[in-house]
């Protein structure tokens, strides 16, 4: 008998008719002979709605009543889905985070993962039924408060539990049929990804490709959980997300041996430029700065530092930061603009970052050329540059955005001769 966990994000339980889609899904995967566990997200778009709600009473929420609120969600699609299974006459029971032993850190909003201790899974699993667990929350045995672990975190959990479980499979499901080369939300025209190393996912999931929770990638990654992403309104074939690279994985006949040079382009639309204007050009000036970043929890992706215009001793430093943590950036700035030296700060947060990822560019020159060559020919100006070993990224303006990513997409020849499906979400 097989353990499968599998996963539905907020679009797939978006009403009462996909959670019953939902529950036949499940319930099948039941009588075909395997134990099942299933972690669901808030319904549709419950999340932000609550997020909406909240900032209608206060801008200052206390961050331990937000956990609570936001798990709310998910108990909501969780207890609808054990209903719904419950009249399909299997038997299923829904779980909390923490009913379900998913214990974390203190953090509220971003707690990780400490401990999973998923003992009353495995007694329900035994009895025979359906175990179902509520998404992106567990509890913190220090301070015994509800946490969540940020946005998109059902994944997360989804491969938390079939890690501690030793599932055969962590099915994840969503509203496209797997992982695309692109958003087909912007390209129409993007292929299905069949497989994939966690390597190159890990890149496109950190690069805003928003189809897997980048820390259920990693998650993944560690404890070489296998992922399958797919569909929950079709029975295709997904994207398989291979833990591994050492694995030996069986090549079908005909495919090829070696993998193409580039698996996808993702977009991000989510950080802000912060450019720190006129800073004294002497060592220890970037430390300083990126140290008072660092105090204020802020996580910084691209960095540039221009030359220093001649004789001026001066230089910029810019850097991105993602939208939600870029008022407490701006305000550690602005308190240490005189200790510091600079001479003003500029914040914009209609920016976009483009991201090129394959393992295979590593050993195929010209890549570079044909992706700066592609934007070039589409008009778009690039802001900043960063690349790693299986990555190329700029920033653009965020209205050229949607136009840059069509742009290399058909550059590198990705283009499928049909058209993507998306069958639900509204991509918020
Ligand atoms: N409902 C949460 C969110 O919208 C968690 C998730 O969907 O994974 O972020
Ligand atoms: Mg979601």
């Known amino acids: 008998m097989s353990l499968i966990v599998q996963k539905f994000g907020g679009s797939s339980v978006a009403d009462a008719a996909g959670i019953t889609r939902v529950a036949r899904r499940v319930v099948a995967t039941a009588n075909a002979g395997n134990q099942v566990v299933v972690v669901v997200s808030a319904m549709g778009d419950t999340t932000d709605e609550l997020l909406d709600l909240a900032a209608q009473i206060t801008e200052d929420a206390p961050a331990r009543e937000m956990d ?41 909003g971003r707690a990780r993962i400490v401990e999973v201790s998923p003992h009353r899974l495995q007694t329900t699993l035994d009895e025979g039924n359906i175990a179902i667990v509520a998404g992106f929350q567990g509890m913190s045995p220090q301070s015994r408060d509800i946490t969540t672990l940020g946005r998109g975190g059902s994944d997360t959990t989804a491969v938390a539990l079939a890690a501690s479980l030793n599932a055969d499979v962590c099915e994840i499901y969503t509203d496209v049929d797997g992982v695309y080369t692109a958003d087909p939300r912007v390209v129409a025209s993007a292929k299905k990804i069949d497989r994939i190393s966690s390597e190159e996912m890990l890149e496109l999931a950190a690069s805003g490709a928003k189809v897997l929770h980048l820390r259920s990638v990693e998650y993944a990654r560690r404890f070489g959980v296998p992922l399958h992403v797919r569909s929950s309104f079709s029975d295709h074939e997904g994207t398989w997300v291979i833990p591994n690279p050492d694995d030996t994985i069986t090549i079908e006949k005909g495919e090829p041996l070696e993998q193409p040079i580039i698996s996808g382009v993702a977009h991000d639309r989510s950080e802000a430029k912060v450019t720190v204007v006129g800073v004294p050009d002497i060592p220890g000036k970037a430390a300083q700065i990126f140290g008072i970043i660092a105090k204020a929890q802020s996580n910084i992706d691209m960095i540039v530092q221009n030359i ?71 008009g778009v100006n690039v802001d900043m540059i960063s690349t790693s070993e299986i990555r190329i990224s700029i920033v653009t303006a965020a209205d050229k955005l949607d136009t840059a990513v069509r742009a290399v997409h058909t550059a590198f020849d990705l283009d499928a001769d049909s058209v993507a499906t998306v069958y639900g979400g509204t991509g918020r």
């Open 308 to 378: 220093s215009t001649k004789g001026s001793g001066k230089t910029d430093i810019s850097f991105t930061v993602p939208i939600t943590e870029s008022a407490a950036a701006m305000a550690a700035l602005e308190a240490a603009q005189e200790n510091v030296g600079f001479e003003s700060i500029d914040f914009d947060e209609h920016i976009g970052k483009l991201s090129l990822i394959g393992a295979g560019m590593r050993s195929n020159p010209g890549v570079s050329f044909t992706f700066f060559e592609a934007l070039h020919k589409a």
């Open 68 to 108: 609570i609120l936001l798990s709310a969600g998910e108990r909501i699609s969780m207890s609808l889905l054990a209903m719904a299974i419950d009249s399909l006459g299997a038997r299923a029971q829904s779980f909390t985070g923490s009913q379900a032993g998913l214990m974390t850190d203190a953090f509220h």
